[in-house]
Every structure is written in C-alpha cells, then in structure tokens.
C-alpha cells in the first residue's frame, strides 16, 4: 500500500504545482494575449485589406505589400530607421557603459551624477522631444543662441535634413544613456572583484581588464541592451513626431512615423498595418539572430 | 577585497492570511484602477456612447475655455427650449478627437453629435458614416447660411451637417517692424487689400530693414493646415478639383501662379527655413517671439495673442491676386449614421445652435466668424480687440462657395497628404514649378481614384 500511495502523492502535488504554476501565469497570458497577441493578428488580418478607416475593409491580398516596394518614402522611412538604430544602438550602450564604469569608481558626488543621468528616464517622450524643440528651434533655439554667441554660424537642425537627424539622435542619447548606465551599473556591481584583482596581480593595463575582463562579464548586460536598444530604435515615435514630424523632406521619416500618417492621418489602415509587420519582421528576426548567435545571453532569464 | 552579503530572506513580516499583504493591496488597486485607466486612455468610452434615451443626445466636442463655455451655454439655452430634452458634452483634447471618434465609429458606439473640421467633413460623410440631415432639417433652413459654408456641409448634393462657425486666414503685423520698415498704414478691407505684388514689395522692404536672422513673414501651413494654401490657389483663381470633385483640376496656370508665388518666399528669405509644410515650428510662434514681422493667422489667435504679446499689434487682410480669397477654416456640427432615431431631436439641436443669437454669443466669445449670412454682413463685434473685427468678416465674404465645396471632398485626408509632400518638395527639395504642379495632379488624381 505504501509503495502505491507515495508516487501517486507525489504525483498529486506535482500535478498542484502544475495547477499554481498556471495559475500564476494565467493574468499574464491573458494580459499578452488580449492586448499584444489578438492585436497583432488582427493587424495581420488588416494588412491584406483595403480598408475605409471606419472598420470595414475589402481582401486584397498582397497588394498593400506590393505597394510598399513602389513606394520611395517607404524605402527612405526604412532607410532612416535602420540608420538611427545603427547609430543609436552602439552609441547608448557605450555612453552608457562609460558613465556606468565612472560612476561605479570613487567619484565624488556619484550618486548626484547618477541621478542627473537617470532623470531623463523620468521624462515621458513627448515631454523630452518638446525640451529637445526648444534646444534645437533654428530661430529661438538654445543651441544656435549658444552658437551665435560664440561667433559660430547657426544650424539649420529644422529645415536640413542631416542636422535634423543628428538633433533626433542627440536627444535619443540624452533621454537613454540613463537607462544604459542604470543596466550596466547593476551588472557591474554584481561582478565580483576578485577576477580584477586577479588581472591586476597578472599586470594587465585597465583597458586590458576593461576589454578582457569587465566587458565580457558583463555580456547578459549587454545582451539585453542590445536587443531592448534595436527594438526601441526600430519604434521610434514621439521623439520624431513631436520634433521634426518626419521632415524636412522625409529626412527623419522612420517607420512608425510613416505608418501612423497613414493610419490616422490618411486613414489607410491596411497600409499603415502592412508597415506595421515589417517592423515586426525586422524586430522578430534581429532578435532571434542575436539569441542563436550570442554566446553570452542570460539563460537563466 | 570587498564582501557582498547575500540577500537576505525577509523576517519578521507579517503574514498572517486574514490581513492583506501590501502585494494583494496593491494587485487589488489596480485592478480596481484597470478600468478607470482605460477609460483615461479612451479605450472605454465615457459619457461619449449612444444614449438609449431618446431626449439624450451625446455630444464630443475639443474646444478652447471660450468655445466649451459657448457650447456650454447653447446646451442650457436648448435644454430650457425644450423641456425634457438633455444635451451630454464630452469635451475631449483635439489630439485625441478623431483617433478616439474613429475607434468609436468601429466599436460601433460613436456619440450622437460631433464636432468636426471642414477638411475633415468629408472623410466621414463620403464614407456613410453621418446622417443625412435633408429629410430632418426644416424648409429654408439653409437659407440662414452662406452659400461658401452651406456648400462646405455637402456630400453627394445633401447636407451631412450644420456650417457651425468658420475661420480664414488674415495678415498679423507687428507694427512696430512695419513702421521701422517704413511701411505706412496696412490696408483695412478686402476691397484695399495688398496685392500679391504689393504684398511681395513690403515683405521686401522689411527683408532689407531687418537683420539677417529675423524674416519679413511666416505662413499658417503647417500640418493640416496646408489646406490653407489653397488660398494662394484660390487668389490665383484655381481649383484644385473639379466640380464634381472627381479628378484634379490643378494643372492650370493658376496653380502655376501659385506654386511660383510661394516657393520662391524660401530661396528670397521672405520665410523663416523651417516655415515649410512639414515643420514643426508652428507660424505663429515664429511672430510671437519676434523672429518674423508678419504672420497669417485666422480669428481663433486674437484672444491669445492679445493677452500674451508686449508689441504694438493689427491685422490686414490677405493679400489678393487675379481675386481675393482665402481658405474655409472651422468647424461643422456632424450626426453619426446610428443616431438616425434621434434625427428629430438632433436636427432641432443644429437649428438652435445656429440661430442668429446663438451664433453670435458664440463667436463674439470665442473669436471666431459665423457661417450665417446675417451675422457675416456685420452682425458681431469680437469681444477681444472688436476693432479687428471688420478685417476678418470682411476676408470671411472674400471665400467663394465653389472653394469650399472642393474641400468637402471625401478624399480630403488624401488630398491633404498629397498637397504636404508636394509643397514640401517645392518649398525645400527645389522641385521646380511644372514638376510640383504635375506631381500634385497626379497625386490628387489618385487620391479621388479618377
């Protein structure tokens, strides 16, 4: 009798861990399958349809993506959104790593600086592109004032097209270096000294130790960096929106830009959906080169 | 070499079951704010679903303090004439306006009335999403408007709407810059408007007056507003569509005139740069902080303008060309298609916002031109800067109902997209007149899908 009971009560309390695990899982599924994954199929549906932006819509197939290969503003929105996370993504990560490494030192007054950093993280998007519009205004702003009064020749950071994109860059790396600093921070205080000290006896030089040591420890780090970089990168909005609304020209034009004007502002949602799945594509498919690829990813999540 | 304790396990905590824990608080909390949240969001409409009570009308509406007070007080004034009758206004922010009537329009509880900007009128109407007000509304009842704002209302020759009040563009001028220009009085009335050329020879004179980083002028097209370019069109005596707003009629030597005029304001310096369509810095705010002498701005700007600026200010007309004209800014009054229940009370509610003393009191508060002819033919007086009145009524007359019939066009939102990338292209890519103007026709070719 012993033999029978004790595998059918062990069987008994896995079966209730099984039963707690999903019903501890359960809100969030039901959260990611109400507003992120019905959603996205719905999006699916919509991208093969001719919409009226009223709800009704008519099957066309693959016309709306057969429309996105003839269209230039859709190449050149492609175009600049790969740019800006090329750019961006690096730029974020080693900002945020040097700050990270400086602040982790015996800095006096660290914990102010770290604070400075962080603060724009606090800021909602819309709130740091309208400082960013103040800054870059090329009639009132602060910087061409900056500039004037040093005898320097103002920038047209509204009305060229390059100087756009770099205000639209510049702000990105203001608002996120915080973020990056924070991650590596915590990923630098989790390392221990001890291979340091240990490089150190070896008489390595510190960027020795910072190369060889500091940042291959801190790779789960930068894994997560890299993919939440690309994937806010690829989903630049509000920043762009609010400051250059895609201009000069469609020089800052990005793809959620482009697919919000013809969502909301033409009202061709089948369109602004198709734009929407290859953002999805670009972002699925980055990311899962870089699981297969990194050999440094956190796998116990 | 530096420790680091492990984290220790919290002790001491109170655990007893039959007192919540600050995590179950807080899981409880939102759960509890889950749906206020939503509704913050607009996912959940708020006082802006259907009413089941037949004498309830739902009414959005975005508006300045002066417009919700107007509204405001024609809601109590049509609530006392008609006993029983109650009128809910959800006032939201412009930028959610559409976005949040459109999900509403899909989820199949769009509110009864709406406000609605003419450019926009016919993205709605075009698409049988209002009511079609001809069989409700009252023998006569168009003849209290003007010809320019009834046409405004139409789609497929029926009205889907009530012209509520209107804006056009008019000449701010700093006066003091003008006077420092040695540019005397500025014309008064349409009749002695600038001309294009007159127009041209001040904002000139004030480019050599002035130093090199402040500009003569800026122009009020940016975002959605490009359709008030049209008003150079228009002075050119053009079209952009034809009379039956099936293909584009812009391929004409007024469009031409037109395209020419503006673009060459960027390469003379007569613009600030970044006054171009797609810019982000709003004209106005180029004339507040003194960097251009003159800006175009319609009725809506003077309270503001009057209680925010420190320098002498006034207003001229538009400058005209082959005619004056100007673009037909503003707002209609829409019913959506599944209130066709309450048509008798809607159409009651349209007629009493649009008498002549409702009309008044609303745009005398909120600064903004009446669509009804009366009130046009000098019937109000602002209540901010009243002496500026005359400048805008009289630009108001100036806008022809076959330019305002264009831009009740259902394929509006399109058009608009095609007459951004379009000028842009010619304002500060340097795309030459001929290809602007061919770009622009096929564009609004495609966009009407002739």
């Known amino acids: ?301 | 070499m530096r420790g680091r304790s492990p984290a220790l396990p919290a002790r001491g905590r109170n655990t007893d079951a039959m007192e919540p824990t600050r995590r179950q608080l807080i899981g409880g909390a939102g759960v509890l704010a889950a749906p206020l949240a939503l509704a913050g969001c607009g996912f959940i409409p708020t006082g802006a679903s259907p009413s089941a009570d037949a004498q309830t009308l739902t009414f959005t509406t975005w508006g300045t303090s002066a417009e919700l007070t107007g509204f405001r007080r024609a809601i109590a004034s049509f609530q006392k004439a008609r006993a029983g009758a109650t009128v809910e206004l959800n006032a939201v922010p412009y930028e959610q306006m559409f976005t949040n009537i459109d999900a509403q329009i899909q989820a199949g509880n769009p509110p009864d009335v709406f406000r609605v900007p003419y450019y926009t009128f016919g993205a709605y109407a075009g698409q049988g999403q209002l009511l079609d007000l001809s069989p409700h509304l009252s023998s006569g009842f168009a003849d209290r408007f003007t010809p320019q704002a009834w046409a405004a209302v139409q789609s497929g020759g029926k009205p889907y709407g009530v012209p509520h009040h209107t804006d056009t563009s008019v000449v701010f001028v700093n006066r003091r810059a003008l006077d420092d220009a040695g540019v005397g009085a500025v014309p008064q009335t349409a009749d002695d408007a600038w001309t294009w050329s007159q127009f041209r020879a001040v904002a000139q004179r004030l480019r050599r007056a002035q130093p090199d980083r402040k500009y003569p002028f800026a122009v009020n097209w940016q975002g959605n507003g490009v359709t008030r370019w049209l008003s150079w069109l228009f002075q050119a005596d053009g079209r952009f569509l034809n009379e039956t707003l099936t293909a584009s009629a812009i391929d004409s030597r007024a469009a031409r005139t037109a395209v020419d005029f503006t673009r060459s304001f960027f390469p003379d310096r007569l613009v600030p740069a970044n006054d171009s369509v797609k810019s982000t810095t709003y004209a106005a705010d180029t004339w507040y902080d003194q960097t251009t002498a003159m800006v175009f701005s319609g009725a809506f700007a003077i309270p503001d303008a009057d209680s925010a600026l420190k320098f002498d200010w006034t207003a001229t007309p538009a400058p005209r060309n082959v005619r004056a004209g100007g673009d037909f800014g503003g707002n209609a009054l829409v019913a959506t298609k599944g209130a066709e229940g309450k048509a008798e009370l809607i159409a009651a509610f349209f007629e009493h916002v649009t008498q002549e003393s409702q009309m008044r009191d609303f745009c005398e508060r909120a600064s903004l031109l009446p669509t009804r002819a009366d009130l046009v033919e000098g019937g109000i007086e602002f209540a901010v800067r009243p002496e500026l009145t005359p400048v805008l009524l009289g630009q108001a007359r100036a806008v022809r109902a076959e330019d305002s019939a264009q831009v009740a066009s259902p394929d509006m939102s399109k058009i608009i997209s095609v007459l951004q990338d379009g000028l842009e292209q010619a304002f500060v890519g340097g795309r030459g007149v001929d290809a602007t103007v061919q770009a622009l026709a096929s564009g609004i070719d495609r966009a009407v899908g002739a």
């Not at chain 1, 501890?24 to 039901?30: D, E, F, G, S």
């Not at chain 1, 429309?67 to 900002?95: C, K």
């Open chain 1, 1 to 301: 009798m012993t033999a029978v009971t004790a595998p059918r009560r062990r069987r008994s309390r896995g079966g209730r861990e099984t039963a707690v695990a999903y019903g501890l899982i359960a809100p969030n599924l039901l959260l990611l399958g109400l507003f992120v994954l019905l959603p996205l199929a719905w999006a699916v549906s919509i991208s093969f349809q001719r919409t009226d932006g009223f709800g009704g819509g008519v099957f066309t197939g693959l016309d709306n993506y057969a429309r996105l290969l003839a269209d230039p503003v859709f190449w050149r929105s492609t175009g600049n959104t790969l740019l800006f996370t090329l750019i961006t993504t690096p730029l974020s990560m080693g900002l945020g790593l040097g700050a990270a490494l400086l602040l982790n030192s015996v800095l006096p007054a660290r914990a102010v600086f770290r604070s400075i950093l962080i603060l724009p993280m606090a800021v909602s998007g819309v709130a740091t592109a309208l400082i960013g519009l103040l800054v870059f205004d090329e009639n009132s702003g602060v910087l061409n004032e900056l500039l004037r009064f040093v005898g320097l020749p103002a920038v047209q950071w509204q009305s060229g097209g390059a100087a756009a994109f770099l205000s639209i860059v510049l702000v990105t790396l203001w608002w996120r270096t915080g973020f990056n600093m924070l991650i590596y921070l915590a990923g630098l205080q989790g390392l221990s000294p001890e291979l340091q000290e240990a490089a150190m006896l070896d008489g390595t030089s510190w960027w020795q130790r910072l190369r060889l040591v500091t940042v291959p420890l801190l790779g789960p780090s930068s894994f997560f960096l890299l993919v939440i970089n690309v994937i806010y990168s690829f989903q630049v909005f509000d920043l762009v929106f609010v400051m250059t609304g895609g201009g000069p020209q469609d020089a800052t034009s990005v793809l959620v830009t482009y697919a919000y004007q013809n969502g909301f502002v033409v009202r061709d949602q089948g369109y602004a959906a198709a734009i929407g799945m290859v953002l999805l594509v670009f972002a699925l498919v980055f990311t899962a080169v870089r699981w297969r690829t990194s050999r440094t990813k956190d796998l116990t999540g």
